[in-house]
Every structure is written in C-alpha cells, then in structure tokens.
C-alpha cells in the first residue's frame, strides 16, 4: 500500500514538474506580450495569425494526411480521373481573400497607431554608430555613449545585454526617439516596447513608447538589428524606466554629474601630468574605447583598421596623431574622438598609443595640448 | 549516329548539347552547395554554444555573406538552369536549347565567376562581409578591398542568368514541336518560362546596384551616401527591386517539377492545370510590387507600409491555389511514396509552413518584432531548403533513370529522404523560437537564453551536412551501378521525355520533332 501511495506521489509530483515545465516551455517558445499598448497590440495579431495558420494547416495538411492513409494505391488501386472543378477552385480563392481581409483590418488599426508619434512630450535622439549608442535628451542637457559591458561572463543571465550607461525614460510619458546613425545602418530595438527603427546615416527616423506606470523600475533589454560590421552582436540596448519622481531625481544627478565632471576635466586639463599617469589611463581608455578596431596588441586589422604599433601617424609629429583621434577620418569608421573623451583621456590615450607596443617615441602629449589643438580647430 | 559524341576534356569544354551543359550545371550547382554548406556547418559551430569558440566576429560575417551568395547564386539558381537545360527541350519535343553557343558561355562563365568569389576569402582584408544583402554603406563606404572582386563576380552571374533565360525564352516559343501549343505544355517548361522572364527583368536591376556601388566606392558619386546628397535607403530599395523576384525565380521552377511528380504517383492529372499556370503568372506579377516588405523599418511612410503589407499578403491567394491543387490532385488518387514523391510531399508541408511564417511577416505592425531576427533566417530557409532544395532532389530522383539510364536504390532514397526530413526541421524549426525570443540574426554570439533552440540547430545541420555526403554517395552509386531503368520508368509518368524516348536519352534527341496530338 505505502508503496502504492508513494508510486502515485511520485507520479503526481512528476506530472506536475513536467506540466508546468510544460507550461514554462510553451511561454519560452513564444513572443514576449512586451509592456505596452502597441507591443501587446503586436502580440495580439501574431496570436491571432498564428492560429488562423493552425486552423488553415490542420484542413490542408488533414485532407493530405487523409489521402496517404485512404487514397494508396493498396486501398485505392483505380484513381479517380477528375482534373478540375470550376466551382471548387473559386471557393479556394475566394476563402483565402476573406481570411486575409480579417487579418488585415486590426493590423491595419495598429499599424496607424505605431506611426503616430505625434503629441509627444519628450524626444531622445537615438544615434549608433559602430559600435555603440549615443543618447541626446533633447530637453535636458544631458547625452551619454552606451557601449557593450564587456566583463560580463558567458554564463552572467545579462551576457551581452548589458551596457554601461543606459538609457533612462519615465513611465506614463510619450516618449518620442529621433534615431539616426553616424556611419552605417544600425536599428534600434527593444523587444517589449516593439520599437524597432532602423538607423539610417544622414537620415533621421522617428518612433515611440509610452510604457504604463506599473513597470516603473523595470529594465528593458534588447539588440541592434542591422548587420553594422564586425561588432554588430555587440552592441545592445537596455531602456531602464523609472517612474516620474525617480526620473526627475536622476535628470538633476545627471545635472550635477555633469557640472562636477565638467570642473574636474578643467582641472585635469590644467595639471601637468607625468608619464606613468598618463600611460596608465591611457590603457584603459585604449582598452575601452579604441580596442575593438585597433585591437589591444596595436596590431589592427589591416587593411581595414590600421595598426597603430609602427603607424606613421603614431610615430610621426603629434599634431597629425592628435588630429585624427579629435577629428576622425569621415569615411571611415574612424570616428571623432573630440567630443567623446575628455581632454585628460585624449591625451593619455594620444601618450600610450605613442609609446606602447614598442612605439617609444618618448613624447607625452598633456590635456592642455589638446585643449591648445581643439582652440586652434 | 544519334548517340556519338566526343570524348574527353574537350567534349565539356566545347559543348553545345544541353544534356552535356545540363549535367555540368547540375554537378556545378553540387560542388557549390557543399561549399556553401562547409561555411554554414562553421556557423553553426561557432553558434552551438554561447561565447566566441572558432572563429573572430569578422570572419563569422564573412561566412554569413559567403554562404548566402554561394547557396543563392552558385547552389540554387545553377541547380534550376541544369534542370530547364535537360528537361525542356525534351518536354517540348525540340533536339537541343534554340542557343547552343550561348549555353555553353553562360555555364562556363560560371566557374569562373565563383572562383573570384572565393578567392576574396585569401585576400587582404578577407571576403566580404556585409551579408549576401550587400546594404551600403556597409558594402561601400566601408567595405573590404575584396568589395570589387565580389562585384565583378556578381556580374558575371548575372550575365550568364540573363543569357540561360534568354535561352529559356526563345527555346520554349520557338522550338515546341508542331502541336504542342502553350496550354499543353508541361508544367516544368511554364514555371520555368515565368521564371525566365523574371530573370530578364530583374537581373539587369542587381547588375544596375553592383554598378552603382562600384562608382560610389571608386568614381566619386554618392548614389547611397547621404553626404553627397544620396541616400542609403534608395539601396534597398533598388536591391529589393531584384531581389524579392529572386525569391521566386529560385521556387517557381520548383513548383513546376512537383507538379509533374505529384500527379505521376497519384496516378492522375494535375488538378488545375490552367488555374496552376495563371497561378505562377500572378504570384511573378505581385513579385514586382512588393519589394519594400523587406524594408518596414527603415521609416517609410504610412501609406507605403499599408501599400507593401497589402499587396504582399496578396500573394498568399496565388500561392494557395497551388497549394489547393496539388492536394487535390493526390485526392482519390492512387498514391505510391517512391523517393520523389517523398520529397514532394515534404516539399509542398514544409513550404507552406514557409508560406505561413512569410503571411506572418507581411503584417508590418508584427514585422517590427520578427526582422532581422531569427524568425526571418527560420522563414526563408523553409522555403529555401525543404523548397527550393527538395525541389531540386526531387528532380533529381524522378528523372536520374531518364538521365543516365539507371536506378538509383529506393531504400537509399528512402534513407536520405527521412534524413533530410528530420534534419531540416530540427535546424530550422527552432530558429522560429529563437527569433521570437528576440535573437537578432547575423550575430556570432548570443545570451544563453537563445543557447537551447541554438544547440538544436547545430546538431540538425550538422546531420544535415553529413546527409549530403550520403546523397552523394547513393548518386554515383546509382551512375556507376544502378540496376538498368526502364524507358517509362513511373506507371504514372507523363510527357515526352517518357513516352517518345528511351532511357538513358540519347545524346541528340528528337532531331525529327514528335507528334503531339
Ligand atoms: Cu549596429
């Protein structure tokens, strides 16, 4: 008996795991509803397609199965000898117009609705290049890069999914994002908003969002989509959103980040810095920002990315080298370095690359150097 | 002497007879498909598991672009010109294609047009690495060196598709045998003359891209780059003028050899025949104006998207009619499961599997959440593979006793159907999920969220791959072995090619046209 019992137990429990990793399964295997109006309007109609496409499969793919099973040659030795049937073939065209006509009226209703972008009450401008994304809130003066967390490991659940700045936009606001791109096409995608929009340079796309207020604290993750060179699976999107109050709170700590930063460049720029200083930060800038083209080793990638250890450029006057890096090279995907790095990390990541990997032209180049080159620009 | 020909080197060097062009362009299109399927077995390895194990993010996009190319242009388009060579002048009762010399140059561009292609993988810099889509500026402005090698290459395959349709054209209107008017030709030869003008429309609009490309990277204009006032978008949109009737010049001549197979195991006439031909004509009509369903997120107004989402849809009513058919043509037949059969029956399955992720992707508001995702590389490699490509294997096994004279082995058949079978679907079926579970497509590394339906897909297309070895193998030793054919080797085949010539076909056939009647 006690036997018994603890057979069915066990079946029960096991049942009941493979249930609801059943269950578990099927909602992996599927689209995420997302957070917002048009995200679940999206995942409504593709629902809604999909069982259409079941209902549609189980008549086409029963007859079939049908005639294997009753219409072989050992069951049905004489085929039949019709060819064609007007009547039939009319209902078999007719019939698939109305299915489409059904399915074609709610996407055409939101499909309006994605487009609208109109009455928002705030605008980002969404910018990618290679590879990373540059943020611009048009209201506030506040921008940032976002790039690839790259000390995640393999197994970390955010494993190319992380970035170091993301984007932050409130609750219960229409967002409006201005998306473009500085090289190539890139496209900006965060799954449980459904907003996707290609990045197009010298071209500017307009989309929204508006994520109700019960997902306030939420980070939303997503991907670029457009095949952008190299590093392409490498650059994500991660949206935090925040409720109003906490969105108001972070927009002045991003005011004052930045005064504070802004001074503390000034002062950097006005010390003299040594050697060492200079090399070491200079490393790490390298490694973050100019790595992935150039590579660690200073090797590049030729022809596409030059090698910068024995680089004319490099090892040539430093006026030449502090120009590429500030003004970049258009097209190319060397970008301009200028506005992205301060003065402090332009001339330590200017320094190592003249002395590193057996450059050793023995040059420092200081902040104020490049404060002098941006002032004569 | 109907069978004597010349021998050697020379015979395939100087050949004019389209069963010799034919089996060049068939065993061409092979060699071609293994290599572009060793590039995607490296894909799939580096993508087997997550993290970065084989090979660096560059190369990975170089493979991604190569095996496009080489199984769109090199694998699947040669493999449907080998079939039209060997079959239409013998379904039409007509002794050879109406341009013999012109065959010749258009396969023998070929080799040669690959080999540049291939050789960009040795270059400095590497292959290209854009995708087989080639957007600027990713393949002007920033493209390797290689870029030009590759459209150089791309010409040359272009020339040689507009002179095979060519070809096509005027073999089918002028060369019928007295009494083979349009209306009763074979299905095959229709598909395959739809297809040819497709070619003739389309390939000079990709020729045109190429060219354009070449001049922004070399020649100072800005047709794509928004800096000299051009515009990247007008790319794709120029790329997708050609290339969505692409998509159906490598699938409608593969409805055309179903619907000669379906109707000879089910020993009865294809349901439809009329409605089957006005069906291929309005789906290659519909072809031309729904290009930019490709492009619904690069910000196209309102009323295009409504514009493409309406007409694309469309095509799903010509396409069911097709569907419709076939099914009722195997309706009260007296159905046999030979090799062909299989793969047809898998074919039309599995394609409209593909037919309803494509209605799915034509809904633009949903679009946004499948493109460029994997859900995409899931739809297009059903109705590329278990399509097209079991279209072809098809062909292959329904007319290799026409062809050589010999039997292949119906249990081996049978093998590599259900390999095939099971392969296909365990690579291509999970790349649905992985899409939905929003993976991009293109990338060389991933979360381990998308690492289930990733390992899935390895292990199905590394059996896949090996499936090939095996198809191989049963092929030649069918060639140098198979038991001998008989002149009508199917009780339920119909047409020319079996009822007024014996098998193998001699090598200069109907130099008397046939009677039709
Ligand atoms: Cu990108």
């Avoid at chain 2, 070809?167 to 089918?172: D, M, S």
């Avoid at chain 2, 409805?255 to 020993?267: D, H, N």
Wanted: aromatic share 14%.
């Amino acid at each position: 008996m006690a036997i018994r019992r603890k057979l069915i137990a066990g079946i029960a429990s096991l049942l009941s795991v493979l249930l609801s990793g059943g269950v578990q399964a099927a909602s992996d295997l599927n689209m995420r509803p997302g957070v917002t109006e048009t995200s679940i309007g999206a995942f409504d109609l593709h629902m809604m397609v999909v069982w259409v496409m079941v209902a549609i499969s189980v008549v086409v793919f029963g007859a079939m199965i049908y005639s294997f099973i009753f219409h072989r040659k050992s069951k049905n030795p004489t085929p039949a000898t019709f060819s064609h049937s007007t009547s039939v073939e009319f209902v078999w065209t007719i019939i698939p117009i109305i299915i489409l006509v059904y399915l074609t009226w709610p996407a055409v209703k939101l499909l309006v609705k994605m487009e609208d972008a109109s009455e928002s009450e705030m605008s980002i401008q969404v910018t990618g290049s290679q590879w990373k994304w540059h943020y611009k809130y048009l209201e506030n003066d506040i921008n940032f890069f976002s790039n690839l967390d790259r000390t995640l490991a393999v197994d970390d659940p955010n494993y190319l999914l992380e970035v170091d700045n993301m984007l932050v936009i409130p609750v219960d606001t229409k967002v409006r994002f201005l998306v473009t791109a500085d090289d190539v096409i890139h496209s900006w995608w965060v799954p449980d908003l459904a907003v996707k929009k290609d990045a197009i340079p010298g071209f500017i796309n307009e989309t929204w969002t508006n994520i109700p207020a019960e997902h306030a604290g939420k980070i939303f993750r997503g991907q670029c989509t457009e095949l952008c060179g190299k590093d392409h699976g490498f650059m994500p999107v991660v949206v935090k959103v925040l409720s109003k109050d906490d969105y108001k709170a972070w927009v002045a700590t991003k005011n004052d980040e930045r005064i504070a930063a802004e001074k503390a460049a000034a002062e950097a720029a006005a010390a003299s810095w040594d050697m060492d200083k200079l090399m070491a930060l200079g490393k790490t800038t390298y490694d973050a920002k100019c790595g992935m083209c150039h590579m660690p080793n200073g090797l590049g990638m030729p022809p596409t990315f030059p090698a910068l250890k024995d680089s004319r450029i490099a090892k040539g006057p430093a006026e030449g080298h502090i120009d590429i890096v500030v003004n970049g090279k258009t097209g190319t995907s060397m970008a301009a370095y200028g506005a992205q790095l301060t003065d402090a990390e332009m001339a330590a990541v200017i320094t190592y690359e003249r002395n590193a990997w057996g450059n050793n032209t023995g040059d420092t180049v200081q902040p104020a150097d490049i404060q002098a080159f941006k002032a004569g620009n | 002497m109907s069978d004597h020909h010349p021998t050697g080197f020379t015979r395939w060097l100087y050949t004019t007879n389209h069963k010799d062009i034919g089996s060049m362009y068939l065993w061409f299109s092979f060699v071609m498909f293994l290599i572009g399927g060793a590039m995607a077995m490296v894909i799939r390895a580096e993508l087997y598991q997550p993290g970065l194990q084989f090979v660096e993010p560059n190369f990975f996009n170089q493979m991604t672009t190569m095996h496009g190319l080489i199984m769109v242009f090199g694998a699947v388009m040669p493999s449907m010109v080998g079939l039209a060579n060997w079959l239409i002048p013998m379904q039409v009762g007509a002794p050879d294609m109406a341009l013999p010399r012109m065959n010749n140059w258009s396969f023998w561009i070929l080799p040669f047009a690959f080999t540049l292609l291939l050789s960009s993988l040795f270059m400095d810099g590497g292959a290209p690495n854009f995708g087989w889509t080639f957007y600027a500026p990713l393949s002007t402005t920033y493209g390797p060196p290689s870029t030009d090698f590759f459209i150089l290459g791309v010409h040359m395959m272009g020339i040689s598709s507009i002179m095979g349709a060519i070809n096509v054209i005027v073999t089918v209107f002028n060369m019928r045998a007295p009494g083979m008017t349009l209306m009763k030709m074979p299905l095959f030869v229709w598909t395959w003359l739809i297809t040819a003008f497709l070619l003739i429309m389309v390939m000079p609009v990709l020729a045109g891209t190429v060219t354009m490309m070449l001049t922004d990277r070399h020649f100072g204009t800005a047709f794509f780059d928004a800096a000299g006032g051009g515009d990247p978008v007008m790319f794709q949109h120029i790329f997708w003028f050609f290339g969505h009737p692409e998509v159906y010049i490598m699938i409608l001549p593969a409805f055309g050899v179903v619907s000669e197979i379906i109707p000879a195991f089910s020993r009865k006439k294809l349901f439809g025949y009329s409605s089957m031909v006005y069906a291929t004509a309005s789906i290659a009509l519909l072809s031309f104006i729904v290009w930019a369903h490709h492009m619904f997120a690069v910000g196209m107004p309102l009323a295009g998207e409504l514009f493409f989402m309406i007409a694309t849809m469309l095509i799903a009513v010509p396409t069911g009619v097709k569907v419709f058919n076939w099914v009722a043509t195997m309706w009260q037949g007296s159905l046999t499961f030979e090799t062909p059969m299989l793969f047809s029956i898998a074919f039309v399955i599995l394609f409209t599997i593909g037919g309803f992720s494509g209605v799915m992707l034509a809904m633009a508001p949903v679009d946004f959440q499948y493109h460029d995702t994997y859900f995409v590389v899931a739809h297009f490699h059903y109705v590329l593979f278990p399509g097209a490509i079991f279209g072809t294997t098809a062909a292959v096994y329904y007319w290799l006793p026409k062809w050589t004279g010999k039997m292949y082995n119906e249990t081996s058949g049978k093998i590599h159907f259900w390999l095939s079978m099971i392969f296909v679907n365990l690579t291509f079926f999970p790349m649905h999920f992985s899409g939905l579970a929003g993976m991009p497509r293109r990338i060389p590394d991933y979360n381990m969220m998308f690492a289930d339906f990733n390992m899935w897909a390895s292990i199905g297309a590394f059996g896949l791959g090996l499936t090939q070895i095996y198809f191989l193998i049963t092929l030649v030793i069918a060639i140098r072995s198979g038991k001998k054919a008989e002149d009508k080797q199917w009780e339920g085949a119909t047409g020319l090619e079996w009822d007024a010539l014996p098998s193998p076909a001699p090598y200069h056939t109907f130099s008397t046209p046939p009677k039709v009647d």
